[in-house]
């Protein structure tokens, strides 16, 4: 059951997130889920604002 549930969550995230269509689930919880961050509820909306990770040196 929450197999099924973890599916469709991840194909709803990549159907709304530009450029991440065809992602997998390993890309989406390290580039998403696994960042922290803040949810705040509005009476008309929800905004998500998840925390800046810092860059890799180059």
């Not at 890309?27 to 705040?40: K, M, N, V």
């Amino acid at each position: 059951m929450l197999t099924v549930l973890a599916h469709t969550v991840c194909a709803a995230l990549r159907r709304r997130i530009p450029g991440y269509a065809t992602a997998t689930p390993h890309t989406l919880q390290r580039r998403f889920l696994s960042t922290s961050g803040h949810i705040i509820h509005r009476r008309n909306e929800i905004v998500v604002r998840l925390a800046q990770r810092p860059h890799a040196a180059l």
